[in-house]
């Protein structure tokens, strides 16, 4: 049965480790991410963007294929499904299909209206027992055609945001989505120990998980980050695997075009990923 994210979160504040969230594209993903969790005996968040949500037909299929999935595959570790980077109406439509958490990026927005749009989410997701996500400074790249600069957000911001009764809060400290440059400066800490000191318990999310050296992952653990995003790199993982199963010529060999052959490689490339940043994040045995 899905959760919301809320208790996972505030036990990971607490224990000094961070939850993955670990975006879903397809069937593939779904199962790899799944299996990978209860093999580790760690909480997990399958991340849905609105692209994603679309692609896929509607969050309503989405939902339906990872409730089967809990159940046929007997999945037994905390398992939240939550919108990712939702606009305000993708928000209704996740809380409508049965999502167990929902991220509202109003990052984009005057602080005035980040704030009102996220007051009237905070009562909707306390009435359906969900958990609700806010983000505040903008994350650098881009995310299903939202480009962000990578702003560090304003503690001040962010404890206006908080207060409003959120289950954790994305703020940003300079990190990007998709993969880093040669020239990045890495994370501000500095930003993050300030919204650190002004939000106490709240659970505080990293997006762009994907390429962050080690060492930065484990301070900003230390500094109350509690959830961490990982998409690209399992996209990555699951492109590359591919590729060298195909060049190898293996898709020619008897029934290798077969789909569930020719994306295997690729799974097990993401269960490998999902393994090791679960490691990383300190989750395995905090099921």
Same mark, same amino acid.
Request: net charge negative; charged share 25%.
């Given at each position: 049965?899905?959760?919301?994210? *809320? !208790?996972?979160?505030?036990?990971? @504040?607490?224990?000094?480790?961070?939850?993955?969230?670990?975006?879903?594209?397809?069937?593939?993903? *779904?199962? /790899?991410?799944?299996?990978?969790?209860? !093999?580790?005996?760690? +909480?997990?968040?399958?991340?849905?963007?609105?692209? #994603?949500?679309?692609?896929? *037909?509607?969050?309503?299929?989405?939902?339906?294929?990872?409730?089967?999935?809990?159940?046929?595959?007997?999945?037994?570790? +905390?398992?939240?499904?939550?919108?990712?980077?939702?606009?305000?109406? $993708?928000?209704?439509?996740?809380?409508?299909?049965?999502?167990?958490?929902?991220?509202?990026?109003?990052?984009?927005?005057?602080? !005035?209206?980040?704030?009102? @749009? *996220?007051?009237?989410?905070?009562?909707?997701?306390?009435?359906?027992?969900?958990?609700?996500?806010?983000?505040?400074?903008?994350?650098? =790249?881009?995310?299903?055609?939202?480009? =962000?600069?990578? !702003?560090?957000?304003?503690?001040? &911001?962010?404890?206006?945001? /908080?207060?409003?009764?959120?289950?954790?809060?994305?703020?940003? %400290?300079?990190?990007?989505? =998709?993969?880093?440059?040669?020239?990045? @400066?890495?994370?501000?800490?500095?930003?993050?120990?300030?919204?650190?000191?002004?939000?106490?318990?709240?659970?505080?999310?990293?997006? $762009?998980?994907?390429?962050?050296?080690?060492?930065? %992952?484990?301070? #900003?653990?230390?500094?109350?980050?509690?959830?961490?995003?990982?998409?690209?790199?399992?996209?990555?993982?699951?492109?590359? #695997?591919?590729?060298?199963?195909?060049?190898?010529? @293996?898709?020619?060999?008897?029934?290798?075009?077969?789909?569930?052959?020719?994306?295997? +490689?690729? /799974? &097990?490339?993401?269960?490998?990923?999902?393994?090791?940043?679960?490691?990383?994040?300190?989750?395995?045995?905090?099921?």
């Amino acid at each position: 049965m899905l959760v919301s994210a *809320t !208790e996972m979160l505030k036990k990971a @504040k607490a224990g000094h480790y961070a939850v993955g969230q670990f975006n879903i594209n397809n069937l593939e993903w *779904t199962k /790899a991410i799944l299996q990978t969790a209860q !093999e580790c005996n760690s +909480p997990v968040i399958l991340g849905v963007s609105e692209g #994603a949500g679309k692609y896929m *037909t509607g969050y309503k299929t989405v939902v339906g294929m990872v409730n089967g999935m809990l159940e046929e595959l007997n999945i037994t570790v +905390p398992v939240a499904l939550h919108l990712d980077h939702g606009s305000y109406e $993708g928000c209704l439509k996740c809380v409508e299909a049965g999502f167990s958490s929902i991220m509202f990026d109003g990052s984009h927005y005057p602080i !005035e209206e980040n704030v009102a @749009k *996220t007051t009237e989410l905070v009562k909707i997701v306390k009435e359906h027992g969900m958990s609700l996500e806010a983000e505040v400074g903008s994350i650098g =790249g881009e995310e299903d055609g939202v480009i =962000g600069a990578g !702003e560090c957000a304003d503690p001040k &911001e962010c404890k206006m945001i /908080a207060d409003l009764g959120v289950d954790f809060l994305a703020a940003g %400290i300079g990190n990007i989505h =998709g993969k880093y440059p040669a020239n990045w @400066k890495g994370l501000s800490f500095e930003t993050l120990a300030a919204v650190q000191e002004l939000t106490g318990e709240l659970p505080l999310v990293l997006h $762009g998980g994907t390429g962050i050296p080690a060492d930065q %992952i484990k301070k #900003a653990i230390d500094l109350g980050v509690s959830k961490i995003n990982v998409n690209t790199e399992c996209q990555l993982a699951f492109a590359d #695997a591919t590729r060298k199963y195909i060049e190898a010529g @293996k898709d020619l060999e008897g029934k290798g075009f077969d789909p569930r052959k020719l994306l295997a +490689p690729g /799974a &097990e490339a993401i269960k490998a990923t999902v393994k090791e940043k679960m490691e990383l994040f300190g989750s395995v045995n905090k099921a």
